[in-house]
């Protein structure tokens, strides 16, 4: 009797023969788990690729809309953590650097970042910041170590245009 069973894909299927769930990779070698609703159609995808990122997909009725949560490391101890839109666009993302901060950034449809804040490791400045389209900070709210804020308005070129209380 054989313990190992080898396939290109497995299929879970219902008493009536209806596929319910694949177990498969696909063309660009994607490792994929996907579970389906009674038309056949796929509502949650667990995917992993080549170069390990895993990922996590849901969808609605018309799988148009819904979301895929995905983690990837950016270094050997940071990780970022991804929402991304039905359009496969990057909309929001969590980072927690190697150094214990912790960020959000929310990015606009062309995947831009266009709100961010930036949550740092004690004796850092916390910053709240608004980029415009060429992702440029233009905007920043700063609350330094001991307390005390300070708003940045910036031009283009990331230069201070204006500043309160002013930099002494």
């Not at 894909?9 to 579970?35: C, H, P, Y």
């Not at 849901?58 to 990780?79: H, I, M, P, Q």
């Not at 389209?133 to 031009?155: Q, T």
Request: net charge negative; charged share 25%.
């Amino acid at each position: 009797m054989s313990k190992v069973i080898t396939a290109e894909q497995f299929r879970l299927v219902d008493s009536k023969g209806r596929i319910k769930g694949l177990f498969s990779s696909d063309e660009n070698d994607n490792t994929i788990m996907a579970l389906l609703d009674a038309n056949g159609k796929s509502k949650v995808v667990l995917m992993l690729s080549p170069d390990g990122t895993p990922s996590l997909s849901l969808f609605d009725a018309s799988r148009k809309n819904g979301f895929t949560l995905r983690t990837s490391s950016v270094s050997d101890d940071s990780f970022i953590l991804h929402l991304l839109d039905a359009n496969s666009k990057l909309r929001f993302a969590l980072v927690l650097m190697s150094n214990g901060t912790f960020g959000m950034e929310f990015c606009d449809a062309n995947q831009k970042p266009r709100f961010c804040l930036e949550v740092p490791p004690p004796d850092s400045d916390l910053i709240l910041s608004l980029l415009d389209a060429n992702e440029k900070h233009r905007i920043a709210l700063v609350i330094s170590p001991d307390g005390s804020p300070s708003l940045h308005i910036l031009d283009a070129n990331g230069k201070s245009i204006w500043e309160q209380p002013k930099n002494k």
